[in-house]
């Protein structure tokens, strides 16, 4: 009886470097099951009238070798495993018959029925696997969950796999609950960080103190958020954000960003406001070299990227000085971000061969002193951060500076987010129009031609535009 407690298939791994495997079967899905089965280094021997231009290469390499044109049940002999994979259903069947009767295990492709064994879905880090089996009940299924793990597990992971098992030796010394309690500990630190952006030195120092009883170093991971729509992060930032102790952020992350960090992590709020500074940014910086030298996971997380108007540089900096470890997550900057769902290709050839960004935050002294002559020129596309308060002012400049009353410009209000407004107008008329939308949200200005491409390419409308 097969209900939801029982389960015909057994998952398990098998070891096929240099033992003999026999496919059958010439065309894309015989290619398909070599190119997988060639990563666990068996010695594969096809059987096919012809072969496709892939397997024939192989062949050509020595990668793999024919055994014939014609299948004969005596080549099952001595077989690892047998792979059926001609397009032919009978004909598929009496090769498993075959390999029955030889007690050799045998797939067939697309047909559970005679198979003594399938092959899961995969995602590989080798030397670390993952197999998701449906038993060939839902194998779309398994593909989609296959998809979602891929796209969870980062790439490095056979890195960190693989140094565990290089250093177990140095570990077998401790009793086995000491062995597995300074294992879980090294994977809850900084460690694996430091593998899976390449710097395995630093993860064997980590690890080695560790076994030498030394306290949990701390680290800090300086991620962008993006302009605020939750599924423009990248994979790392989003898995950095899922195990961090602690998270430092910005007024700019959003609510929805917010919602994914992980749900016991200490929340601390450093965000500016127009002229309030909620936290200086020295003591952000001395907040983040206490947290990583009590042995935290730091999470600062910073809206758009963290080295474009974000002082991710400074924070750095300061953690440099103080020999703490850290890590830079990019994350997509404002413009680039803002621009795109406003329907505003910043570099449209036909009307910018180059783009500027630029902050449009006054000094104390309320001063704006940028390159003007620079700025007001045909041709490009000036970006303004911060620039709601100045607009006035940069509207101003860039005419008395030669460009046009009639020149184009845009303000992004809360970019990528379902509140997103984008107000269109010119150097003459948008400080006006601005002003009486009563910006409040986040909000970038574009200048320049491309902007009139907003009528045509504006996609993403969540809300009215003026």
């Not at 500016?272 to 947290?291: A, F, G, W």
Request: aromatic letters at 6%; hydrophobic letters at 45%; a neutral charge.
């Amino acid at each position: 009886m097969n209900d939801h407690t029982t389960n015909p298939w057994l998952p398990i791994t098998l070891r096929l470097a240099g033992a003999r495997v026999l496919v059958v079967g010439g065309g894309e899905v015989a290619a398909r099951k070599v190119r997988l089965l060639l990563k666990a280094a068996p010695c594969i021997e096809i059987v096919a009238l012809e072969l496709n231009a892939e397997l024939g290469a192989l062949v050509e390499q020595g990668a793999i070798t024919v055994s014939g044109t014609a299948f004969d049940a005596g080549l099952v002999q001595g077989c690892r495993l047998v792979i059926a994979a001609t397009d032919d259903r009978e004909f598929n069947r009496r090769i498993a018959a075959a390999a029955d009767a030889a007690n050799v295990p045998v797939n067939v492709v697309d047909d559970p029925a005679p198979s003594s064994f399938i092959t899961p879905a995969l995602v590989e880090r080798a030397p670390l696997w993952v197999a998701i089996s449906s038993g060939g009940a839902a194998p779309v299924l398994a593909r989609r969950l296959r998809e979602r793990i891929e796209a969870l597990l980062p790439a490095g992971y056979g890195r960190l796999a693989a140094f565990m098992e290089r250093h177990r030796p140095g570990v077998k010394a401790l009793a086995v609950e000491q062995r597995r309690a300074l294992w879980e500990q090294f994977l809850d630190g900084p460690g694996p960080e430091r593998l899976l952006v390449g710097d395995e030195a630093a993860a064997a120092i980590e690890l080695e103190s560790l076994i030498q009883g030394e306290p949990a170093r701390g680290e800090v991971y300086l991620v962008g958020a993006g302009p605020g729509d939750p599924d423009l992060l990248t994979f790392r930032a989003l898995r950095l954000m899922q195990q961090a102790d602690v998270v430092l952020f910005d007024r700019l992350v959003s609510p929805a960003i917010m919602e994914l960090v992980r749900r016991d992590a200490e929340r601390i709020f450093v965000g500016k406001k127009r002229n309030q500074h909620t936290v200086p940014q020295d003591e952000i910086n001395s907040e983040l070299v206490r947290l990583a030298l009590a042995g935290k996971r730091v999470l600062r997380l910073k809206g758009g990227d963290p080295f474009i108007f974000g002082r991710g540089g400074e924070e750095i900096a300061e953690l440099s000085g103080h020999g703490i470890a850290f890590q830079v997550v990019p994350g997509i900057t404002a413009a680039s971000g803002c621009a795109a769902y406003a329907g505003i290709p910043l570099t449209h050839r036909d009307y910018a061969q180059s783009c500027i960004f630029v902050t449009g935050h006054a000094r104390a002294d309320g001063t704006l002193n940028l390159h003007w002559d620079q700025l007001a020129r045909p041709g490009q596309t000036v970006v303004f951060y911060m620039g709601v308060v100045t607009l006035p002012r940069v509207c101003a400049e860039l005419m008395a500076h030669g460009l046009p009353a009639d020149w184009p410009i845009a303000l992004v209000e809360d970019g990528t987010q379902p509140t997103q407004r984008v107000v269109i107008g010119t150097l003459a008329d948008l400080p006006a129009k601005v002003a009486a939308a009563a910006s409040s949200g986040a909000s970038l200005v574009i200048v320049g031609e491309v902007v009139r491409l907003r009528e045509q390419l504006g996609w993403f409308q969540p809300r009215s535009t003026t």
